[in-house]
Structures are given as C-alpha cells and as structure tokens.
C-alpha cells in the first residue's frame, strides 16, 4: 500500500506545474462538490451530530473526541519517525501509551496534564517533507477540501491508523462514521462564521493552513483532521 500511494504521488507530482500548486483549476469540479457535501450535511450529518450533541453528555463528548485524538496521536507519531523527526515521534508515543494507560484507553487527555508535548502532523505533510509538491486543490464528497498532495496522505493515514487496524470493515467503518459525528457535533457553534462566498472562505483557509503545517506552523485548524473540537477547561 505505501509503494502504491508514493509511486502516486510521484506521478502526482510530475503532472502538477509549480503555478497549479496554488491555484484551482478544477473549481467547477469542487465547488459540485461542495455543494452536495452541504445538502448532506444539511440533510444528514448535521441532524444527527445536533442529535447526538442533545443526547451525550459534555463530559462524555469530551472522553469521545479525547478517544479519537489518541489514534491521530498514534498516526502522528508514525508520520514524525517516516520524517525522521525521532524526538518528535517518541514524544507522541509516549502520549499515546500515557493516556491509553493513565487515560483509560484514551478517554482522559493525562499527557496534556502532564505538559507531555504533542506533535501534529499527517502522512501528507510527511510527503511535503520528502519534497512532493501539493497540487491543485480538490474538494471530496464528504471528506471536504485536499490537495492532491494530502489526498495521498488521507489514504495513507486511513489505512496506517489504529482505526483502521480495528476488527473488520464494518467496526473501522462504524469508527469513522463515529468519529465524523463527533467532529460535526463539535463544529455545530461554528456554521454563523461562514459569510460570503462560503466555498472560497473555506478553500483559503484550508490551503493557509496546510502551508501553515508545512512550513511546520504546526498550527490548530478547524478545518483539517486534527481538531479536537472539545477543551476539557471549557466544563
């Protein structure tokens, strides 16, 4: 699978000019897209996270979203060692053993506590590092705004995280949609932000961000897969 994602995103890369890096060439594409992931949001996804928000207490959401962040935490730690950043990858590690110890398998956030650092980071910033340029921008039903570049790393992190190493298909799959609800519902505070063109204000803050991540900003986005979407200081 990685062979099959890298040789990818060499042909990726050798298609993609240096001017496409930045610009949108496939808007039309996208912006279809993004209107059917609103009417499934709209229709779907939203209802069920304003659902699932009513019903679950904010203490338990926080434990749900903190479960989650172990596994991005997992995945993070194996994207700082394939980026040579050892240090980095250790650290992650050592959250991840901490709050699945201390934290009852993650459900408590004891490595933050603890001011045990935490690296974020994701196979496509790790290919951003081996020099792989990001491509045109692309937005994906239901997964929303990528560059080519993290399309790659998506796939990657989907199969190399331990969410996807859990059980069969159907249990990764009940996961994922788990965790897309759980996000939603955290973002559900959010929607009034968005005014004007709503498609160009969320393509420019994704593609600020992943420059942000690799330039190593390493910033808190709430639009990419890292955000945690729940602060415990908040209760």
Same mark, same amino acid.
């Given at each position: ?16 000019? /240096? ?5 949108? +060439? &496939?808007? *039309? ?6 209107? #059917?992931?609103?009417?499934? !949001? ?91 340029? /990001? ?5 994906? +039903? &239901?997964? *929303? ?6 399309? #790659?790393?998506?796939?990657? !992190? ?78």
């Amino acid at each position: 699978m990685l062979r099959l994602i890298i040789s990818l995103a060499v042909l990726m890369t050798l298609l993609a000019s /240096p001017a496409q890096a930045e610009d949108d +060439p &496939f808007e *039309g594409f996208n912006r279809g897209v993004y209107n #059917f992931n609103n009417g499934a !949001d709209k229709y779907l996804v939203r209802p069920v996270a304003k659902g699932y928000a009513a019903v679950m207490p904010r203490p338990a959401r926080i434990g749900v979203n903190n479960f989650f962040s172990n596994f991005i935490d997992a995945n993070a730690s194996l994207n700082a060692f394939l980026q040579g950043r050892v240090d980095y990858g250790f650290g992650n590690l050592t959250r991840v053993v901490v709050n699945s110890t201390l934290g009852i398998f993650g459900l408590f956030d004891v490595a933050t506590r603890l001011n045990i650092p935490q690296y974020r980071t994701d196979f496509g910033h790790t290919l951003a590092i081996w020099g792989f340029e /990001p491509g045109p921008f692309v937005m994906w +039903p &239901f997964l *929303g705004p990528r560059t080519m570049r993290s399309s #790659f790393g998506t796939v990657f !992190d989907a199969y190399a995280s331990p969410t996807g190493q859990i059980g069969g298909q159907k249990a990764q799959w009940g996961l994922r949609a788990f965790e897309i609800v759980d996000i939603r519902a955290g973002l559900l505070g959010a929607d009034q932000l968005l005014s004007g063109d709503q498609y160009i204000f969320l393509r420019d803050a994704y593609l600020q961000q992943r420059r942000l991540l690799t330039s190593d900003g390493n910033p808190v986005d709430d639009f990419s897969e890292f955000d945690d979407g729940w602060e415990e200081d908040d209760l």
